[in-house]
């Protein structure tokens, strides 16, 4: 009978990222708590810095921490945000004047910064979406938790909504949808695509993101009930921050 294998070691720098990541998710090492610096991890298992380096590169590229230069590596865990695809676009949500972030933070503090709004030339792709070649565009960075987790630029068709609150920076109770709908213009349907990708410098910095994390891509277009094209919103959101609900019937 030939004897079972003696199953290898994990490597040293394996198993002191495993016990570090036990200390994270048991709730012993917290949400912006340090881990042991590199000199410490040298002195406590005599290691050479290479070795320590590597063990803190483990769960830096499992995005459970992330490095400050110059500070430390520190734990980024964040309760996800449940984004339920249907239930957050309903009309009795904008229509009774809460935000539609209301439904998704679910009383956990939210701002909304880095908002722009201007009158551009429509670029091709909006402009076949739209069917206009003029569009009022509101560009915002949502952070909840004091944590930034998304980029929104809306395009709107610039002869539909002229003149209306959708053109200032303050859009009021509900926003853009109750806008749209005290200009008969209610959204009545919409259309969701879902992508995902790595991030362009501009957004890892907005997003503050660490090296390696993707980002979701989703692109929603909103219609009348006729069918008019009123609303293209594109969102750029941090993939570690959300989880994307959507249910259905069989």
Known sequence: M???PVPHEPPIYRRIADGLRSRILSGELRDGDRLPGENALMAEYAIARATARQALA???NEGLVVPKRGSGVYVRLFKPIRRHGSR???REQWGQGRAIWDADTRGRPFTV???EVT????TEDVAGVLESGEVWV?????SVDTRPVQLATSYFPAHLVEGSAITL???????VYARLGDLGLPPAHFTEEVRARMPRPRESHLLDLPAGTPIIMISRTAYTSGGLPVELNEM???SAAYVLQYDFDA
């Open 88 to 90: 957050r676009l309903s």
């Open 2 to 4: 030939s004897e079972s």
């Open 113 to 115: 910064d880095e908002v």
């Open 169 to 175: 920076l303050d859009t009021g109770p509900g926003g």
């Open 58 to 60: 483990v769960l830096i």
């Open 119 to 122: 009158l551009e030339r429509a």
């Open 138 to 142: 509101r560009r915002r960075r949502y």
């Open 236 to 238: 750029v959101l941090d």
